[in-house]
């Protein structure tokens, strides 16, 4: 009898060590796909070894790994597709622009050509960013990697700075201009 109960004992330790063994199995499985689901490189799903709740877990697991699979790609296409949508005006306001710019001096005054050249460095601005949102789409997508590089943090900051910096509103300056010319000493007062 002793015998009967140490073997039923070596019986029931055996077979606990298999159930552990085959769920901590699983649930390293699902570890790790949800590493890769994280760094974006999951593709394959998961087989499913049981029908149990690890089974269910399982398949919801790679159920929304598809999902998110399926996000991702319809991301990039909406990046790509509007990058492409936005570079196609830029690039007219752009030759439109540097068109302007070459006519000869006399046809545009001071003011305007000042207007032309604000406008074409702002589409160059804009197509410099669509043309990063692509980069970066891309990047995402894996077509190349990521090179990184040294950046003089002050030369960005100062570049933000003229960029982004304050400009008085056009009622600010009208009325300075205003200002100045009726406290000009150099020129005469009426009276009258």
């Not at 709740?53 to 399926?70: K, P, S, Y």
């Not at 068109?99 to 545009?108: C, D, E, K, S, T």
């Amino acid at each position: 009898m002793l015998v009967a109960l140490g073997v039923s004992l070596l019986a029931a330790v055996a077979a606990n060590c298999f159930v552990a063994f085959r769920l901590t199995r699983s649930l390293r499985q699902l570890s790790a796909a949800t590493g890769r689901v994280a760094d974006g490189s999951f593709r394959k799903p998961l087989v499913v070894h049981s029908s149990d709740e690890v089974g269910d877990l399982t398949l919801a697991f790679n159920h929304m790994a598809e999902e998110l699979r399926e996000v991702e790609e319809h991301k990039q296409q909406f990046f790509s597709q509007i990058s492409h949508e936005l570079r196609n005006p830029l690039t007219a306001i752009r030759a439109s622009a540097q068109l302007l710019l070459r006519r000869p001096a006399n046809l545009l005054d001071a003011k305007g050509r000042h207007w032309v050249q604000s406008i074409d460095s702002s589409v160059d601005r804009l197509l410099s960013l669509v043309t990063r949102i692509l980069d970066l789409n891309r990047l995402r997508a894996g077509v190349f990697p990521l090179e990184l590089h040294p950046i003089e943090l002050d030369k960005v900051v100062a570049r933000a700075i003229d960029v982004l910096g304050p400009r008085p509103s056009s009622r600010a300056s009208s009325w300075s201009r205003r200002r100045r010319a009726r406290v000009s000493p150099s020129r005469p007062t009426r009276m009258g």
